[in-house]
C-alpha cells in the first residue's frame, strides 16, 4: 500500500473507531469518511462493506479473544476457564453499542463469507474447545453447543447495553446462564 493510501486506511479505522463509539455500530459511514477528510469513494475503496469497517476497527479485539482462548486452554479447571473466556467476551461486546448485535448477525449462515463471519467462525471454534473440555471434564452439561453458547452471551451483550449498569447486568445474566449450563 503506498503512504498515502495507508494513512487514509489508518486513518479511517481511527474515525470508524472514534464514530462508532459515539453512535453504536450503525454510525454513517459518509459521515465518517467526511470526519477522517476523505471522501466516500476513498472509504469505499478500503472497505468496500460496513463488514468490512467493522473488521478492521474489532480486529484487535478479535485477535485477542482468540489469543486469550489459547491460553485458557492450559487453564486447570476447565469451568473457569470458560467462564472467564465468556466474562473477558462480554467485557468488550457492549462497546461500542451494537457489537453484540453485529456478532449475532455475524454467525448467521449468510454472513459466513464475510470478514465478520468468518472472525465469528473462528471465535465459535475457540469457545467451541472451551466448552468441549469443560464438557469432558462433567462440568458442563453435554447438550450445550459452542454457537447457542455464543448466540446466549451476545444477547446477554444485547440487553446490558440497555441498562444503567452493563457490567454488573452482563456478570449477573452470566452467572445464570452458567448455572443452567453446570451438570452440578
Known amino acids: 500500500m503506498r503512504a498515502d493510501a495507508r494513512r487514509n486506511y489508518e486513518r479511517l479505522i481511527s474515525t470508524a473507531r472514534a464514530a462508532f463509539m459515539e ?3 450503525g454510525a454513517s459511514l459518509d459521515d465518517i469518511a467526511r470526519r477522517a477528510g ?3 469513494g ?3 475503496r478500503h472497505f ?3 463488514d468490512d469497517l467493522l473488521h478492521a476497527v474489532l480486529q484487535e479485539r478479535i485477535d485477542g479473544l482468540l489469543a486469550h482462548a489459547a491460553e485458557l486452554m492450559r487453564e486447570p479447571d476447565p469451568d473457569a476457564a470458560l467462564a472467564g473466556w465468556l466474562r473477558g467476551y462480554l467485557a468488550g461486546a ?3 453499542h451494537g457489537t453484540s448485535t453485529v ?3 455475524a454467525m448467521s449462515p449468510r454472513c459466513s463469507a464475510t470478514r465478520l463471519g468468518i472472525a465469528a467462525a473462528a471465535i465459535r471454534d475457540a469457545v467451541g474447545g472451551l466448552l468441549e473440555r469443560a464438557q469432558r471434564a462433567g462440568a458442563i452439561r453435554a447438550n450445550a453447543d459452542a454457537a447457542d453458547l455464543l448466540r446466549l452471551t451476545n444477547a446477554i451483550g444485547v440487553a446490558a447495553e440497555r441498562t444503567q ?3 454488573g447486568y452482563a456478570e449477573r445474566m452470566l452467572a445464570l446462564l452458567f448455572d443452567g449450563l453446570r451438570t452440578r
Open 38 to 40: 476523505v471522501g466516500s
Open 48 to 50: 468496500p462493506t460496513r
Open 165 to 167: 449498569d452493563p457490567a
Open 94 to 96: 457492549t462497546t461500542p
Open 103 to 105: 456478532l449475532i448477525e
Open 23 to 25: 453512535h453504536g455500530t
Open 42 to 44: 476513498t472509504l469505499y
